[in-house]
Each structure stands twice: as structure tokens, then as C-alpha cells.
């Protein structure tokens, strides 16, 4: 049984969770777009493109206006990161690559994925010696994606590519207009990680490890879902892990906390909180249960609901801004203007901070205008369209 010796109030484990996910505190831009995936552990990929892609989203809440080039750049050139199944398809630190042979093995082990093979070997040998003799590939310069069909309709080639890069025999070292840009593991993982082969236990271990940190507090839920493990998984290894038990006031449930983000927080320093979009995508929000708890804010993706049933539009984006979730806003561009679509805030105290993270939002993307279309509060409208005129852009 875990004793728990530690409490934390619902505003410390909200400050702990921020500063985890570094969201608090002065962004480390030394560091960059490297320091930032390393200190997540996983940055969530997603072909959804509103401002900007997800993976560039997540970068730009913490660090202001990373050019996008440059944070393409960071996560795909010099071997620094690789794409692989973790809470979903993200990108991940090189680093972590040995820690998910136990993935790799359960799919060897599995046999098969979704889709199947007619001739396997045939096929695999086929990728593999495509691979060798002319290097890094997409799936169409591999020999076809797809049958023709619909989009899970795939050829003998991407199954094959795909099911090797399952089991890590094929790394993803890069998105080109993005397509999955595939190379031989040999070749692309450095040797010393490429070797190392840790048990199921240690990848575990490592991994919950990881997520605790990454998320400063967490339950066993919140544990297992960071890197989409199961819960028993969890409980196999969390006493190992360094984390520390905790009960946080309001949650219901048994927690722990990693002892850096305990002592920056009874350090005293609460440095400064950033104000910006989020995209849905983004791991300070991607578990509905989480942040609900955390912020006492509901929030669902919609993109994927059909249009006469959305109640906050295609790609709402949360508005962070004093270490609380203040409102949402569903945005699109028009030219030269970025839309606000649809906008829904916490009362009038939201109205500044949602105007300055839409202007800021606009400068990063190239808008020189922000235009709101429909808000749910008709005298917020009107104080938020005031607030856009006065903003600096």
C-alpha cells in the first residue's frame, strides 16, 4: 500500500503542472525547440492545419514566435528526434528511443497490425533493400501508398514500411509535406542507443518516470495515458520510478509528484505565466479528465464532430493566461486576417488576454488583422473587437 506523507493544494498541483510543462517561468530559449521536446518527452503530431500544425503550436505557447522553419528544422535535422507511436503518433526525443522496445516487441510479437500483408517477407525484404541501396524515402517514392482507393487503403509497400517501422527495423526521421520520410534504423539511431536493449520493466520504469515528470503531478490515469500505457503497467513500476506519493485536494485520487517539481514549488518562486492559444493537442490539455480536474475546464475537439453538433467550432483553441484556462477560440485564416471564428471567454476578465494572445497569434502566422466573427457574449464582442483595435500589431 503507498503511504502518503505530502498534500497539495489544487492551486499548487495546477502551478506544478504548469511549470512542468513549461508554461511557468521564464521559457528556456537557450535551450529551444530541442529543450522543449526533451523536457515533454513527446510532442503529439496531427495532420490538422489551422494557424499552424500542431507539433509547431506547442513549441510557439512556450517560447513566443519560434519561426516555423526553425522549429521544422529542430525536431528533423541532425538526428535529434524521431516519430513513433506514444500517446499518439508524436514526436520524440532520440534519447528515448530504446525505452519503447517494449512497444516494438509487442508488435512482433502480435504479428500483424491492422492491415495485412499477402506476401510479408517478400515485401519487407523489398522496403528494406529499397532503403539500403537509396536512403531515406516516402512510402510514394517507395513504390505507392495506396491502392487508389480511400486513405486506408494502402498498398503492399506502405503496409510493409509501416509494419516495419512498428517493430524498428525503419525509423521516421522526418514529415516532407507530410509524408512520413522513412530510413533503416541502422542507419539512423546512433549506435549506442540503437544496442541498447533494455528490458520491459526498465522501458516502463523509464517511461513512467518520464511522464511524471513531464507532467509535474499526476495520478496512475494521468501516468498511463501520457505515453498510452496501461494501468497495471503503471502499477508495476511506479515505486521505482522516484515519484512521490501525494494527495492533492479536490482530485479523489491517489497521485504522485516528481521531487524537482515539488521543490521548485516550495522554493516560493512562481514566476511568470504565459498567455496563449493552445492547440488541442497540446499535453498540459490533451486528457479531458486531466484538465477538467486541473482546471476545472471542459474542452473536446471537435474537428471530427459533424458540424451541426459543434458547440465551440472545428479547432477550438483553450486560451491560457494567468495559470488558468480563461476561454477558447475556433480560428481560421483569410488572407492576410486571422478569423476568430468563434470565441467564448470567462467573463470580461478574459477580454485583454484573449485579444493580446489573438494579436500575438496573428503576428506569428503573418496576419496583419484580426477580425471577430461570432462571440457567445454579445457585450464581450463588443469589448474584445475594442480591445484588438488597442492591442500593439
Known amino acids: 500500500m503507498t503511504t502518503v506523507s505530502?498534500?497539495?493544494?489544487?492551486?499548487?498541483?495546477?502551478?506544478?503542472?504548469?511549470?512542468?510543462?513549461?508554461?511557468?517561468?521564464?521559457?528556456?530559449?537557450?535551450?529551444?525547440?530541442?529543450?522543449?521536446?526533451?523536457?515533454?518527452?513527446?510532442?503529439?503530431?496531427?495532420?490538422?492545419?489551422?494557424?499552424?500544425?500542431?507539433?509547431?503550436?506547442?513549441?510557439?505557447?512556450?517560447?513566443?514566435?519560434?519561426?516555423?522553419?526553425?522549429?521544422?528544422?529542430?525536431?528533423w535535422t541532425g538526428g535529434h528526434a524521431f516519430e513513433y507511436w506514444s500517446h499518439a503518433a508524436c514526436v520524440l526525443p532520440v534519447e528515448e528511443w530504446p525505452y519503447f522496445a517494449f512497444r516494438r516487441r509487442a508488435f512482433r510479437a502480435r504479428g500483424h497490425r491492422w492491415h495485412r500483408m499477402e506476401d510479408s517477407e517478400r515485401s519487407c525484404a523489398a522496403v528494406r533493400d529499397r532503403l539500403k541501396a537509396d536512403g531515406p524515402l516516402t512510402a510514394t517514392e517507395l513504390g505507392g501508398a495506396k491502392n487508389g482507393g480511400e486513405w486506408y487503403d494502402w498498398s503492399e509497400t506502405k503496409i510493409a514500411v509501416e509494419w516495419l517501422l512498428d517493430t524498428g527495423e525503419v525509423v521516421c526521421t522526418e514529415r516532407r509535406g507530410w509524408k512520413r520520410v522513412y530510413d533503416l534504423a541502422e542507419r539512423a539511431v546512433p549506435g549506442e542507443l540503437l544496442h541498447d536493449d533494455p528490458t520491459d520493466h526498465e522501458c516502463l520504469r523509464r517511461l513512467v518516470a518520464r511522464a511524471g515528470a513531464a507532467m509535474g503531478v499526476a495520478t496512475r490515469a494521468d501516468l498511463a495515458d501520457y505515453h498510452r500505457l496501461k494501468g497495471e503497467q503503471v502499477d508495476a513500476v511506479v515505486a521505482e520510478t522516484g515519484l512521490v506519493p501525494v494527495e492533492v485536494a479536490g482530485w479523489g485520487k491517489p497521485a504522485w509528484a516528481d521531487p524537482a517539481a515539488l521543490e521548485a514549488e516550495s522554493s516560493g518562486g512562481r514566476g511568470r505565466h504565459r498567455t496563449t492559444l493552445l492547440s488541442p493537442f497540446d499535453s498540459l490539455i490533451w486528457d479531458r479528465r486531466r484538465t477538467?480536474?486541473?482546471?476545472?475546464?471542459?474542452?473536446?475537439?471537435?474537428?471530427?464532430?459533424?458540424?451541426?453538433?459543434?458547440?465551440?467550432?472545428?479547432?477550438?483553441?483553450?486560451?491560457?493566461?494567468?495559470?488558468?484556462?480563461?476561454?477558447?477560440?475556433?480560428?481560421?485564416?483569410?488572407?492576410?486576417?486571422?478569423?476568430?471564428?468563434?470565441?467564448?471567454?470567462?467573463?470580461?476578465?478574459?477580454?485583454?488576454?484573449?485579444?493580446?494572445?489573438?494579436?500575438?497569434?496573428?503576428?506569428?502566422?503573418?496576419?496583419?488583422?484580426?477580425?471577430?466573427?461570432?462571440?457567445?457574449d454579445p457585450a464581450l464582442a463588443s469589448a474584445l473587437t475594442t480591445a484588438l483595435a488597442a492591442a500593439p500589431g
Open 292 to 376: 477538467e480536474r486541473i482546471f476545472g475546464f471542459t474542452h473536446r475537439l471537435e474537428a471530427y464532430v459533424p458540424r451541426a453538433r459543434r458547440i465551440h467550432g472545428y479547432f477550438a483553441m483553450p486560451l491560457l493566461s494567468g495559470g488558468r484556462l480563461l476561454g477558447r477560440v475556433d480560428p481560421a485564416r483569410e488572407g492576410r486576417t486571422l478569423v476568430a471564428r468563434q470565441v467564448s471567454m470567462a467573463g470580461g476578465g478574459a477580454v485583454e488576454p484573449m485579444a493580446r494572445a489573438l494579436r500575438e497569434a496573428a503576428d506569428w502566422v503573418g496576419c496583419d488583422a484580426v477580425r471577430v466573427e461570432r462571440c457567445d
Open 6 to 75: 505530502l498534500s497539495l493544494s489544487a492551486d499548487e498541483a495546477r502551478r506544478i503542472a504548469l511549470r512542468a510543462q513549461g508554461l511557468l517561468g521564464a521559457p528556456d530559449r537557450r535551450a529551444g525547440v530541442r529543450g522543449m521536446l526533451r523536457r515533454l518527452g513527446a510532442v503529439q503530431l496531427d495532420t490538422i492545419s489551422v494557424l499552424a500544425r500542431s507539433h509547431e503550436l506547442v513549441p510557439y505557447a512556450r517560447l513566443g514566435a519560434v519561426g516555423r522553419d526553425t522549429v521544422e528544422a529542430a525536431y
